[in-house]
């Protein structure tokens, strides 16, 4: 598995002056307006991208529990997960954003997968400034283990079986999609699918300040932060699917800490190194190079996920019989049901 060296030094080639022939979408009272910049489809302008903002150090946090700002906890996603790119005078063109697997070990991986749809945007190397608006897809499926356990190979077997009359999300073409909105932070916005990506960092109301574990200003060149508000699973007309897709994410959430929890609120800081030039081959084909990695070796390609931990530290953890409840719950309903 590689390591990223990160970049401390941008690289030549930053001309910049979008943002100041733009002056209606700078920042006034601590807000950026994009509201007139078109958005893009987010793969159609690719070969527009030449330089990057890499998310070597992408912290989220998240409450485990509704409304108790106590249960509030934190994680590292594994590096790189997530890229800004854009060109050499600064308008933003595409974004890469998370991918994750959670190994259940003979069973197989459940990812999630931030599907970006459009975005919108700029970036000013000179101020290290930035604003990007974003519509996203969170699509959630499972993927088989190469060496299932007994219990395994009957699941998938199960899957299988029932999948030829059902699209079950047991690969990526028929992943469970969830809405997502953007937050109270940012009502004046008329669009409710909008996210956004700001300058400065997130923090929690009920915190003083950030935990020290997720700051990394020795290390990073700039930050930016965003959050999103976690919706209903879209639905797909099959009843069958309906109810199987709700216990697949009650799977993720028990596992997860409730992450994606309907009315919950994922945040994240995003910290980046300097920027860097585009290879827009390698930019294509990232997504796949994160999936084989993560369907493969269960890990992913450039470093790990670290812990997830409240605030003080302390790791959180689920109990292993949980787990297999929401198995067994899993594998219940399919029994009942072909």
Known sequence: MSKIIPNHTPARGWKGGFIKKHPELQYKDGIADLSSLPFNDNLDKIDNIKRQQRVLWPEFTWLTKHNDPKSRCFQMFAPDISRAGYDNVGQNWAVIC??????????????VEVTVVKQRGWVNETDKSLAIDMVVRPKIWFSKDANQSALGKLFW??????????????????????????T????????PEVIFVRDKLYTPKALDHLPAFTLHNNKAWNYANLEVGIGDIAKTGDD?????????MNLFNLGSGNMLEKGGVLAWNVWVDAPTKVNQTEWRNHAQYWRR????????????????????????????????DALKAIWKFIKDHI
Do not use: C, W
């Open 184 to 191: 109270e932070k940012m009502k004046h916005v008329e669009d």
């Open 98 to 111: 998370p991918q994750q697997g959670t190994y259940i070990k003979g069973f197989g991986t459940i990812n």
């Open 240 to 248: 069958f699917v309906d109810s199987f897709n709700q216990l697949v």
């Open 157 to 182: 077997g199960a899957f299988e079986l029932a999948n030829k009359l059902h699209h079950l999300p047991i690969n990526k073409n028929q992943a469970i999609i969830l809405h997502t909105h953007r």
């Open 293 to 324: 990695s993560i369907d493969v070796d269960h890990a992913s390609p450039d470093g790990n996920a670290s812990k997830v931990r409240y605030a003080d530290g302390t790791e959180f953890s689920v109990a292993e019989e949980l787990i297999e």
